[in-house]
Every structure is written in C-alpha cells, then in structure tokens.
C-alpha cells in the first residue's frame, strides 16, 4: 500500500514535571492492558529546560535512553531541504573526536543500538542496551547530540548515496505515488516536500549547514530525554548532566517557527505521474486535523472502520466483491500541524476509473449513514484490545512517552485512551464523516501508463500532469 517514503509518520500517544517516582509496574500480559500496567513516567530536570521522563522497570535487563528533538524536515530552510535528515543521518558517523567506525565499534562490543530517525516533525535518537552499559550509551548520546563532527567525507558518502537512491526511486512507483500524492494534497505546505532531501537540496548543503542546524536546534529547551529500564533516576540524570557539560548552560532555543496552516483549496485536483508500469497506483487524500485536535481521535476510529483492515467496508468491497485490487486501505495521518486522511489502493489499469468510483462511494455512504453498531463493536475491541502492544517493549515505551510528550496529551492519556475510544458514538463518528469526507473536495494522485490512463482521469477533477523527476528536484 502506498504511503510517504521519506517521512515516518507516527501515531502520537507524557507527563507533567515534579511528578513522584512510581512504584514498580507490572509488566504487560499478552499484550492486553490495565490502568496499573500502562507507565506512569516521572520528570525531572537534568537542566533548565531540559526534562528526563524515567519509566523505571526493576529487573529489566535492557535500558533505553531516548533524546527527543523538537525540530524536524518540515523545518529545512527551502533551499536546503534534507538539511535535518541529513543531520541525523551524520550524527553517528563521528563526534567528539570519535570517527563512526569507532562509535559503531563501541556499540557492537557490548551488543547494543544506536538509532537515529528524523520525521518532518522531530529528531529521535534512541540508544538501546544492557542496563549495565548505559554509561556508554549516555556518553554517546550526549556526543552525538551537542559535539557531532559532520566530517566531510562522510557528507559526500551520504549525499552520493542519496542522490543514487533518488535514481531508483524513479523506477518505484509506489514511492512516486506517495510523493505526488504528498505534492498534491499539501501543495506549498513544507510537509508536501520529501524529507529526505531535494536533488537540489542535497547538492546545496555543507557541512557548515550541518553545524548551524545542530547548534540551533539541539538547545535546552528544545530536547527532552526519556528512560525505560532498570535505572536510578537521580544518577542517570547526573550522568546526563556530566556528559552534555556546558551545554546544559547553553541559551535556550529560540521558539521555532509555526508551520504555516495549509491552504485548503476548492475542488477537486488530480496529479497525473506517468510511468510504464502495469498497475495503477492510486491515493486519494482529503484535509484531516493535527495530533492534538479533539477530532483526532473520532476520525481515526472511523478509519479504521472504513479501511483500517481486511475487514474494513473498501477491502470489502474493492477486493472481495469486485475483485478489482489486492486491497483498498483508508488512514488518518496526523502530524504536528496538520493531518490528511488517505485512501490508496492499486488495480489493474482498466480498472483505475471503476475503483475510484467505489472509493467515492464508499466515501459518501460512511458520510450519509456512519458505521453499524457491528462495526463500532469490532473497531472498538481491536483498537482498545491491542492497546497494550504498544507498550511490550521498553523501546516501545520510549517512544509512546516522547509522542505523548511531544503532542502535550496529558499525563493521564496511556491511561484514559480505552475509555475515550469506548466512549465513541456512532452519531459521533457519521458527525465527522460527513464533515471530512467530501467528495467535492480532495486530491488524487495516479500513477501509470499515459495511454491507458490519460483521457479516464478528467471526470475526476482538473488534471495537472508531472513527470516523475521533478518530485525530486
């Protein structure tokens, strides 16, 4: 199914400073969760400015540290796009004098992990290990923080292997879709850009860029930390504190600046990209919410229930009664300033128009009459039943509570989320369809052969045509 290859788009789900430290938590059974289960993270300041949220679980043999960078790709300067991905990407490949072999070889001695991932809304740098090298890895991470080198030979390496991949990607047009489609819906918005950087883009950076970026946004103020694992919250603390030295002093960051609103336009619009491949690769996205809006949650629900899974009414209806593609799936994405919801599929080229069709079908009926009490028990049992998977591992764990910290949920959220989602009507979620999903306004982005596609595609709106090169330029 397609989706955005340069941006992972996460599911948000934190806590306020001063809090206690828990008690020790049971741990999960079978994935399922209760209120005494679910973490309970305690804050406090390695610095001004600087928070750690700990989850302590006694016994845990494996530890994770996490450093959340409130910065991300939506905030690369427009001539310099991939500036943050290729930031994070070169934080490990060398820092305070240590060359990336050297910290790769330091981390493999001891059997743990070093990840670093960039969103278009913020940086995670995520070290993974035994609790009893977790020196290391404090030490590590606050290097590769605040005295990353960015040597040039590895800038070269990374940039040669980017704009080689932006080659094959010209070949992949699932990857196409997910670009045009990001294009189409956000148009001038930064989210619409690829992440991962720009041919331009790319081509312009150096590693003065690389060194602006790290010392504008990894500031107090802008970075929180979090732990899981068996750890003394205090001594990790004063073990930050000791590692990241001066820079706990450092001036604040000064406040990013908001992301524009995106421009909602009237109509509909159709992004053409043509490509000699066999299938048709289809994404249709309409204006959704941010993280935070109270809408979030219902929106996400009647996804869910629209095709959200194998049971979903598209795959249904799509591909068990009409045969016309391996699946049809609907989402709620929600970033921090603006979300989309998007259904994709792909289907034989004689079958794009008939399956765009049921879409919009489908679309109107979800807004006309909502779902069946069937499919609000259903939705409710998966989504409140498999709540306790997210939070199986004390990886999983970190980053629930740096989303939850990043979208500012609440500290009781881990724990109120089954209530809210059982507490869902269905004249709430047909309230919200009707509202999001008009079929008079959206964007379609298509991928496939000219000949076959380029007269069916004007009854769907007013068609721009793009070759596939220039999304990545």
Not at 204 to 226: K, M, S, Y
Request: proline share 6%.
């Amino acid at each position: 199914m397609p989706r955005r290859p340069f941006a992972t788009l996460l599911l948000a789900t934190g806590l306020i400073l001063g809090a206690g430290f828990p008690a020790p938590q049971p741990a999960l059974a079978g994935g399922r969760a209760t209120r005494d289960s679910l973490p309970r993270p305690a804050t406090l300041a390695i610095a001004p400015g600087v928070p750690l949220h700990v989850v302590r679980r006694p016994g845990m043999p494996i530890v994770t540290l996490l450093a959340l960078v409130r910065t991300g790709s939506a905030q690369d300067p427009a001539m310099r796009v991939g500036l943050a991905s290729l930031a994070g990407a070169l934080f490990k490949r060398g820092a305070a004098g240590r060359s990336g072999a050297e910290i790769d070889e330091a981390l493999d001695a001891v059997g743990a992990d070093m990840s670093v991932e960039v969103d278009d809304d913020r940086i995670l740098v995520r070290f993974t290990g035994l609790s009893e090298h977790l020196a290391l890895g404090t030490g590590l991470l606050a290097d590769i923080l605040t005295r990353a080198d960015f040597p040039a030979a590895e800038l070269e390496r990374e940039r040669d292997q980017r704009l080689a991949a932006m080659r094959s990607t010209l070949d992949d047009a699932n990857a196409i879709a997910g670009l045009a489609a990001a294009r189409n819906h956000f148009g001038s918005h930064p989210y619409a850009r690829p992440g991962q950087g720009t041919r331009t883009g790319l081509k312009a950076i150096t590693t003065g860029d690389l060194r602006q970026f790290r010392d504008g946004a990894v500031r107090p103020g802008n970075v929180e930390f979090v732990a899981v694992g068996d750890v003394a919250p205090e001594r990790l603390a004063e073990a930050l504190r000791t590692g990241l030295g001066t820079w706990c002093a450092s001036p604040r960051a000064e406040t990013a600046k908001p992301l524009p609103p995106l421009q909602v336009q009237a109509g509909r619009r159709v992004l053409f990209v043509p490509m000699p491949v066999t299938q048709a690769y289809i994404q249709l996205d309409l204006p959704s919410v941010a993280r935070r809006h109270p809408d979030h949650l219902p929106l996400a629900v009647m996804a869910y229930i629209l095709g959200g899974s194998s049971r979903g009414r598209l795959y249904a209806d799509i591909r068990d009664k009409q045969g016309l593609a391996y699946g049809a799936y609907a989402s709620q994405q929600a970033q921090a300033a603006e979300g989309r919801l998007v259904l994709e599929l792909q289907t034989k080229v004689a079958s794009a128009g008939k399956a765009i069709d049921s879409l919009l079908v489908q679309m109107r009926r979800m807004a006309a009459e909502g779902p069946t009490r069937a499919e609000m028990d259903a939705a409710k049992d998966y989504l409140t039943g498999s709540w306790g998977s997210r939070f199986e591992s004390g990886s999983d764990v970190a980053g629930q509570v740096a989303a939850l910290r990043f979208h500012d949920l609440g500290e009781d959220w881990f724990r109120v989320y089954p209530d809210r989602v059982r507490a869902l009507t269905a004249a709430r979620i047909q309230g919200v369809a009707a509202q999001y999903l008009r079929t008079g306004r959206y964007s379609l982005a298509v991928v496939g052969p000219e000949d076959a596609l380029g007269g069916e595609l004007g009854r769907f709106g007013t068609v721009v045509r793009l070759e596939a090169l220039a999304l990545l330029d």
